[in-house]
């Protein structure tokens, strides 16, 4: 859906230049078919693709060892080419995890507003544009525009953190409170304002 949005702008504003980084943590079968889907796409289209294969997997750690080599070989673009903005497609439901994940291990006020919208990375800044928007709209838009993506069947394994606080505590709260992105996402703001 990010990918299609920024092709929207991109026509429209002739200053725009649009490539894509993809990073291969070879963790599923699925990888590289997804790999090659994405190479197809944007070759159709012209938009410049650079891919990373992850080789070396750590023994333990993973999910922080996975985002540390995405966001070192983001940074290498973008110094290297001279992008001055990275954008993510981050999303409301990915704020709230980041948020309770934190808020169990440290309960710190320093770390608990969760991921920022706009901050400064790789000589350039680093931008969240969906952050405020719930995972299943994103998925209700791409239906509806019949964008094709893919869903990573990691997200599903219970032994990692993350994945256990989206699929057991995460729904109990929605359930609960159908406001509650939006109240995270206000809470994530003010706690930003604090620190």
């Known amino acids: 859906v990010l990918l299609q949005l920024l092709e929207l702008v991109q026509a429209t504003e002739s200053e725009v230049m649009l490539a894509v980084a993809h990073v291969n943590h070879q963790l599923r079968e699925e990888s590289a078919e997804e790999e090659a ?3 197809g796409y944007c070759e159709k289209r012209g938009i410049p693709l650079y ?3 992850w080789e070396s997997l ?3 750690g993973m999910e922080e060892a996975a985002r540390e080599f ?3 070989f983001f940074q290498e673009l973008m110094q290297d080419h001279y992008f001055d903005t990275l954008m993510t497609a981050h999303h409301a439901d ?4 980041t948020m309770l994940m934190k808020m169990m291990r440290d309960g710190n006020v320093q770390t608990a507003g ?11 800044r680093l931008v969240r544009p969906l952050l405020d928007i719930p995972k299943e709209a ?3 838009y791409a239906k509806a525009h019949e964008i094709h993506y893919y869903e990573d069947a990691t997200n599903y394994l219970p032994q990692v953190q993350r ?3 989206r699929q057991r505590i995460v729904p109990p709260m929605k359930e609960e409170n159908p406001q509650l992105l939006a109240h995270f996402g206000n809470l994530a703001q003010q706690l930003q304002w604090l620190t």
């Open 94 to 97: 990915d704020q709230l995890e």
């Open 138 to 140: 994103l998925i209700a």
């Open 58 to 60: 750590p023994v333990s």
């Open 37 to 39: 889907y994405l190479r």
């Open 51 to 53: 891919i990373r294969r």
């Open 70 to 72: 995405r966001y070192a």
């Open 114 to 124: 969760g991921m920022r919208k706009r901050r400064a990375f790789g000589g350039g």
């Open 163 to 165: 994945n256990r606080v």
